[in-house]
């Protein structure tokens, strides 16, 4: 199975994008391995996929930073609207951050650059965050306890 929740594998789904050797071709496979490369903390392909008049304000540096603080558990996209020059991706993240599991629910915007999908910006759905201490399971659904499996 890939990272981002295909039954593929990662070097069939996503891993092909994010090493430049496929450019995807429609927007939930750009958004997919998008976050396949949050979860693998690959900053440098995140920023190249950002449409180019949001590059700046999202500098890799920041996107390193935010991608190696959280562990990625989960991808679930629930809908997405295609239309001919930009397109929709509704979907949800389930990552922790320390101790907080939390979710990230966005419906993002995609537009087409020089024929390529970019990721351009999107609307969040505020989503409370919930505390997980060490003797609760594991929210990445192993069955194990939080202290033996994601704690950090
Ligand atoms: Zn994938
Ligand atoms: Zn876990």
């Known amino acids: 199975m890939c990272l981002c929740g295909n039954e593929l594998s990662f070097n069939l789904c996503c891993q092909p994008f994010i090493n430049g050797d496929k450019i995807p071709t429609n927007p939930e496979a750009l958004m997919?391995?998008?976050?396949?490369a949050y979860s693998k903390g690959d900053a440098e392909y995140i920023y190249k996929t950002y449409a180019q008049e949001k590059q700046a304000e999202n500098p890799i540096k920041e996107i390193a930073e935010f991608a190696n603080?959280?562990?990625?558990?989960?991808?679930?996209?629930?809908?997405?609207?295609?239309?001919?020059?930009?397109?929709?991706?509704?979907?949800?993240?389930?990552?922790?951050f320390s101790n907080l599991l939390c979710t990230l629910h966005e419906k993002s915007k995609f537009i087409k650059e020089?024929?390529?999908?970019?990721?351009?910006?999107?609307n969040i759905e505020?989503?409370?965050?919930?505390?997980?201490?060490?003797?609760?399971?594991?929210?990445?659904?192993?069955?194990?306890?939080?202290?033996?499996?994601h704690y950090k």
């Open 126 to 149: 505020e989503t409370p965050e919930i505390k997980i201490n060490r003797n609760d399971l594991c929210p990445c659904g192993s069955n194990k306890k939080f202290k033996k499996c």
């Open 69 to 96: 603080s959280c562990q990625f558990l989960k991808l679930e996209v629930l809908e997405t609207d295609d239309f001919i020059e930009e397109s929709f991706v509704t979907f949800k993240v389930h990552y922790l």
């Open 32 to 36: 997919r391995s998008r976050y396949s």
């Open 114 to 122: 020089n024929d390529c999908w970019k990721y351009l910006d999107g």
